[in-house]
């Protein structure tokens, strides 16, 4: 099923997170999806040939587009009532109020945020455009969300500055009441992981995991869900991991911009771009795009590692946007020790089938 990530204010951002991928271009410039190009936009995906249709409104910071721009989602969404709509927020939460609260639990969004750890942690690296920590007004705006019935899950980024703190990073977390956690290795997709200063290698992320396991086990509590430990626990079952980083491709994971443009996946950056919701005026146009068709090809190729490797029916290479190149010039997980590692790590700590 085709997902679709909507950047309706493009970059443009209210905080300036240190390590942001999209932090050499323009997030001072106000930019909002105009309604003509929302309504196309809702032209576009009502052509999906699927039922449901999940659409993530994203940024830059989406509540910058404001809530007159939802309202117009909400009524677009009555107007293609054929369709059933599941809309999701990654928000930094800053802005949040009680109408924003009201509005998206009274809507069922569903809401991610971002929060880097513990206030020490978060606040090293995703600060305001005064470069003053934003911890605190974060969890503002998730007590707001709570008040409202509304429990977001919580994305977590680690960069080279953030990476020898796991336990405190995850504890912060779990005490400011987070129960559904997701870590991202930060990995910028311009450079390679010693490029970029804030880029983690394949050990530092090994280490980092391990010790985040490590802390879950001694927290004990059932409740507490980590992205990362779910999808391994699930491997040693032999059960393949819902998230895309362990899909091998995403070629059904578009991001359409604020100018109505479409791209692959955000962390791909713009290098190939598909067209426009103009230029492909239907789902089939974007399918039968000869960009798209040599791009869809392209990330499913395989290197011989990963031909050869026993976990290639869990693993499919990892993440697209985290690969470079091998010996042979074909895309390898960048992180693809530190899977495997952490794989054999878990079942000899836990047990388990061992593929």
């Given at each position: 099923m085709?997902?679709?990530q ?30 003509g ?7 576009f995906?009502g ?10 409104w ?14 117009q ?30 509005f998206?639990?009274?809507n069922h ?75 991202n ?51 040693t ?18 991001v ?25 005026r ?43 190149a ?12 530190s ?10 700590r836990?047990?388990?089938k061992?593929?």
């Amino acid at each position: 099923m085709s997902s679709f990530q909507v950047k309706i204010v493009g970059d443009f951002c209210n905080i300036r997170c240190s390590y942001c991928r999209n932090r050499d271009l323009d997030q001072t410039t106000r930019a909002v999806m105009s309604e003509g190009t929302l309504e196309r936009l809702f032209v576009f995906l009502g052509s999906l040939p699927q039922q449901q249709i999940r659409t993530n409104w994203h940024g830059g910071e989406p509540l910058l587009a404001g809530k007159k721009f939802f309202s117009q989602i909400m009524r677009l969404e009555t107007q293609y009532s054929q369709k059933v709509w599941r809309n999701v927020v990654q928000t930094n939460a800053m802005l949040v109020d009680d109408e924003w609260a009201t509005f998206f639990h009274d809507n069922h969004f569903l809401i991610g945020v971002s929060v880097d750890g513990s206030e020490k942690t978060h606040n090293s690296d995703r600060v305001n455009v005064a470069g003053r920590g934003t911890y605190r007004e974060v969890i503002c705006g998730v007590e707001t969300l709570r008040r409202h019935d509304i429990h977001p899950g919580v994305i977590c980024t680690v960069t080279k500055k953030t990476v020898n703190f796991p336990r405190a990073m995850f504890l912060g977390l779990v005490d400011a009441g987070f129960k559904d956690i997701g870590f991202n290795a930060f990995y910028n997709t311009a450079s390679d992981c010693n490029g970029d200063t804030y880029g983690l290698t394949d050990q530092e992320w090994l280490q980092f995991l391990i010790e985040i396991f490590e802390t879950w086990l001694t927290l004990n509590d059932p409740t507490v869900h980590v992205r990362e430990i779910d999808a391994m626990l699930a491997w040693t079952k032999s059960k393949s991991a819902n998230s895309c980083i362990y899909k091998g491709t995403c070629h059904q994971w578009f991001v359409v911009h604020y100018t109505g443009d479409i791209y692959p996946c955000e962390r791909l950056g713009k290098s190939t771009h598909f067209g426009s919701i103009d230029s492909l005026r239907t789902f089939e146009d974007l399918k039968d795009n000869p960009v798209f068709l040599a791009w869809k090809e392209s990330i499913g190729q395989l290197p011989k590692k990963c031909q050869a490797c026993r976990l290639l029916s869990l693993c499919h290479n990892g993440c697209v946007s985290h690969r470079r190149a091998d010996e042979e010039g074909i895309p390898l997980y960048t992180y693809c020790e530190s899977r495997l590692r952490f794989y054999d790590y878990l079942v000899k700590r836990i047990g388990g089938k061992e593929v």
